[in-house]
């Protein structure tokens, strides 16, 4: 005789390693939580004799805040997905500033480099012998 699903319990997660008669899991408290005292985590899969059912004893467990709110402590959970967007997205306007300030020098230097390889003339007023022409 085996036992169903066990029955949820709010802020807790069951990891159920056998479902036979008289097999014992226990209830663990999500991340933030944990189990308030006089509280257990412990359910058995049990055999109602006048049924000849099997289903698992009612757990009592209640898991509460591990960080209440007067202790002035915030818990803040990030997933490593959000951290590689977030490092991915400065890498990338990073990498666009770069590229964008090296063409933007490259063409200042091109427009210098025009500059210097045009000869310098003097015109002082349009006179031949400014010139050179007499």
């Known amino acids: 005789t085996t036992c169903p699903p066990p029955i949820s319990v709010d802020y807790a997660d069951i990891q159920v390693k056998s479902y036979e008669e008289n097999s014992r899991e226990r209830y663990v408290c999500n991340l933030g939580f944990k189990r308030k005292a006089g509280t257990s985590s412990l ?38 997905s959000v951290i590689a967007v977030l490092c ?35 015109r002082t007023g349009g006179r031949e012998e400014d010139m050179g022409t007499y």
């Open 88 to 122: 991915g997205m400065c890498a990338v306007s990073f990498l666009a500033w770069y590229l964008k300030s090296r063409c933007t020098s490259r063409s200042r230097g091109l427009e210098m480099d025009a500059a210097e390889a045009m000869p310098m003339t003097a």
């Open 43 to 80: 359910t058995q899969c049990v055999l109602n004799k006048t049924t000849n059912t099997a289903h698992w004893t009612t757990p009592n467990l209640k898991c509460i805040s591990a960080h209440p709110h007067g202790s002035g402590r915030t818990t803040v959970v990030i997933s490593t």
